[in-house]
């Protein structure tokens, strides 16, 4: 045990426990796990986008060396379908295998799988299965999946219409009749494809009874449970571990079909067997995300009152439902269009399609940078439309501070909030009143220059189980954590959440270490693995964590400082109310040499020798966190950026963001995580997209046609910060992992069009590439000519 300086590590910048493993490559991944007599996956996936499967002849792959057998859909019958965990109404859901059986629906569903002795056999195998198609037609877009004679894609549906999700209040009709002004936009929200640091893998071995998964998931609480259920084990028989998962962004936020089929082959052939992607495969079979064409409309006064807004949304699917899939364009995203406005009336209705790509489901923020971008934009035209500078539009419209709780008009009430300061602290940073004089210097120069703003609010915290249950989520929102105070005095915290790069093992060492009075170092952090964990854990995704899991971790250290005290108190023979749990050690206030370190605390809590009467044994404590409500982190974001006329090439001068996630944990991770989030966001505005040509085939399969940035293409970030507290948990904390992303897409796309806004440029959709802006501009000059 080390003694303490400071006693409060809540809000300080503690290095991170995670890092010098990774740093030194001494972390282990999935695709680290290497077991004797193991064996190797490779999976046969459809080279087209809609076929019928004829027939499927393995003879060839059979008799390449060191091939242990080869399944097709019927032989892996036994895994069960696919789980779905969200429903809303009128929901039309289809039977996932996780081998094809009928027919593909998409360039990349998995047809059969090859199992060898070496990875190497296993692909060279599966080259030489030869499956008869017979092709069908094809269709990826999702409005053109709705019209009339699409080719359908299962048949026993006989539509493409996964479900028509509305979101009303207020009277709408009434809004646009008294409106003086309108806007109309169309928006198309890219497909994008996630880029984790490490692919998706899976290792199983199935052993005297006992099933072991190790998998790259954000998720193995529910990865144990699907596997349990479908595969007809004990769910204490089912042990999955997450060992460093290197990203995941939504994308590992599944229960995948090669974990199904891994886990089965696992179990009928008796030897431990491994399955990792390459990253031409995880283009094609790991979930997409976005995927939205949005028609918004805005009604509004002259001076910039918001009067009402309608929305019509198409939602691509892809081919299947996945797991979290349906709640992603409904749920969370058309609840939180109004997003940081006090609206009157919404009128918001999404349709999702079913198409022959990808399956769609959460990507960072998932359905909330969507809903930001929409309300974002629009808020710009309307700024146009009626000549009003965007940031006062934004200011006058704002739920005031004193209006919370605030219950939207799509009908989520937000617990506290104050917008305004976080505008005026990022148009500072950015210096907003001068842009005029440097938008100016720049047209001396030739180049085009615009600054464009994003105000925020999003929905985390995904959890209250009661609302989960409301909205169609088929799972409680809690999360577990146990803290064991060893006789010796290390602190063990056991978390129900399993984080893939947030930094949880600091910020939870950091929670426990202020509430038991010792140091983080004297903390560790424990998650990951379904067999030690307290209970069921929900996972990592959502900004949920902090939210549900931290206060969880909070909880049960408030439980083990009770029982410290008490028996502090009763071995210093003094009242529990005169004494100080500090600096590693427990002792009398205004007498700190009378003290017992936390060490001998701990060892009398074992010993029992001594101590209160009544008092059991032991000092470890157990908690389930269920929160009354969700949090609404918020903030503005401000770019500028300069276009060059000649290329269309954007450059980023400026990007300036205030973000209030409520009480900061270690604002050093904070900020982190905003560097990564606006770096992402900003890779949907200018690079990145996943392009299918009408045949369903991915032109993007691949980095060397997916760009996706990296810190050579973005600015160096100004962050500033507000604290409001969240009521809704005792830490008063919101999270921040998507705040970047949700934020920075709106206000770079902004700031393009402002800067094209003299050219009579309105609107370009994303991603804003150099050649793409290059043909506005040119068209922009040939309409004035």
């Not at 008869?132 to 359908?152: F, H, Q, S």
């Not at 529910?222 to 998962?245: C, D, H, M, T, Y």
């Not at 700024?383 to 006058?396: F, H, Q, T, V």
């Not at 966001?681 to 997209?689: C, F, N, R, S, V």
């Amino acid at each position: 045990m080390t003694a303490t300086a400071p006693t409060t590590y809540i809000g300080t910048r503690t290095p991170r426990k995670e890092d010098p493993k990774l740093i030194q490559g001494r972390g282990t991944f999935t695709d680290d796990v290497t077991l004797p007599a193991m064996v190797y996956v490779s999976l046969v996936r459809s080279p087209h986008a809609h076929a019928r499967i004829r027939r499927i002849d393995a003879a060839a792959a059979r008799k390449v060396p060191g091939v242990v057998t080869v399944v097709t859909g019927k032989d892996a019958e036994a895994t069960g379908v696919l789980p779905v965990f969200i429903t809303v109404p009128g929901l039309n859901g289809t039977k996932h295998m996780p081998l094809a059986t009928d027919k593909a629906r998409y360039a990349g569903d998995a047809i059969a799988a090859v199992v060898a002795e070496t990875r190497q056999a296993a692909k060279r195998a599966a080259d030489l299965v030869t499956v008869d198609y017979e092709p069908l037609p094809v269709v990826v877009d999702a409005t053109k999946a709705l019209e009339p004679g699409a080719p359908i894609l299962h048949e026993e549906l006989g539509t493409n219409l996964v479900f028509t999700y509305p979101v009303k209040g207020g009277d709408i009709d009434k809004a646009f009749r008294d409106a003086e002004a309108t806007v109309k936009l169309r928006i198309v929200n890219q497909r994008l494809i996630p880029n984790a640091m490490e692919p998706r893998s899976v290792v199983a071995k199935f052993e005297a009874g006992e099933l072991t998964v190790w998998t790259s998931t954000q998720i193995p609480h529910f990865v144990q449970l699907i596997l349990s259920v479908n595969l007809g084990l004990s769910q204490n028989k089912v042990r999955v571990i997450a060992p460093e998962v290197g990203g995941g962004f939504g994308s590992k936020l599944q229960v995948y079909a090669e974990e199904l089929l891994v886990a089965h082959l696992a179990r009928t052939l008796g030897r431990p067997v491994k399955w990792t992607e390459d990253r031409r495969e995880g283009y094609l079979a790991t979930i997409h995300g976005r995927d939205l064409v949005e028609d918004v409309e805005v009604a509004a006064k002259r001076d910039g009152t918001v009067l009402g807004v309608r929305i019509r949304t198409v939602a691509n699917m892809g081919a299947y439902l996945q797991a979290f899939a349906p709640g992603i364009p409904t749920i969370l995203h058309a609840f939180i269009i109004p997003g940081a406005y006090r609206i009157p009336a919404f009128d918001c209705e999404v349709r999702g399609a079913y198409t022959n790509t990808t399956p769609v489901d959460a990507y960072r923020g998932a359905g909330r940078p969507e809903a930001t971008f929409a309300i974002e934009r629009a808020m710009d035209r309307l700024a146009d439309e009626i000549g009003m500078d965007p940031a006062e539009l934004r200011r006058k419209n704002f739920v005031p501070p004193d209006a919370f709780p605030f219950t939207t008009i799509s009908g989520i009430t937000y617990d506290s909030g104050d917008y305004g300061p976080a505008l005026d602290r990022a148009l500072a940073m950015a210096d907003y009143k001068g842009f005029e004089d440097r938008r100016a210097e720049a047209k001396a120069r030739g180049r085009y220059r615009g600054i464009g703003l994003s105000s925020y609010v999003e929905i985390c915290g995904l959890a209250p189980s009661k609302a989960n249950s409301a909205l169609g989520v088929g799972w409680g929102g809690y999360e577990s954590a146990r803290i064991r105070v060893h006789p010796t005095g290390a602190v063990q915290v056991f978390t129900g959440t399993s984080p893939h790069g947030q930094g949880h093992e600091t910020s939870w060492a950091q929670i426990a270490a202020d509430a038991i009075g010792v140091t983080p170092n004297d903390v560790e952090v424990r998650h990951g693995d379904t067999f030690e964990s307290p209970g069921m854990g929900v996972g990592t995704f959502g900004s949920r964590s902090l939210a549900v899991g931290g206060i969880a971790v909070h909880n049960a250290a408030q439980k083990i400082r009770e029982k410290v005290i008490q028996i502090g108190a009763h071995l210093l023979e003094a009242s529990p109310a005169d004494v100080v749990v500090q600096g590693g050690k427990v002792f009398v206030k205004g007498v700190p040499e009378k003290a017992k370190a936390f060490g001998e605390i701990s060892m009398a809590a074992y010993l029992a020798s001594n101590l209160p009467e009544g008092m059991e044994p032991g000092l470890e404590a157990t908690t389930y966190y269920d929160p009354p409500n969700f949090t609404f982190p918020f903030g503005t974001h401000v770019a500028e950026v300069e276009v060059d006329p000649e290329t269309g090439s954007i450059e980023i001068i400026r990007y300036s963001a205030c973000d209030d996630c409520g009480r900061q944990i270690n604002p050093m991770i904070v900020e982190g995580q905003l560097h990564g989030g606006i770096t992402q966001g900003i890779g949907q505005a200018l690079y990145e997209t996943a392009v299918y040509d009408n045949n369903g085939q991915l032109l993007s399969g691949s980095m060397m046609e997916y760009h996706v940035p990296t810190a050579a293409d973005v600015p160096a970030f100004a962050l500033d910060h507000t604290v409001t507290l969240t009521k809704t948990n005792p830490l008063g904390v919101k999270g921040i992992g998507e705040a970047g992303t949700i934020a920075s897409t709106p206000a770079m796309v902004n700031a393009v069009i402002d800067a094209l806004s003299p050219l009579g440029i309105r609107h370009i959709d994303m991603p804003l590439t150099a050649e793409k802006v290059w043909q506005a501009i040119r068209k922009a000059g040939e309409a004035r000519r």
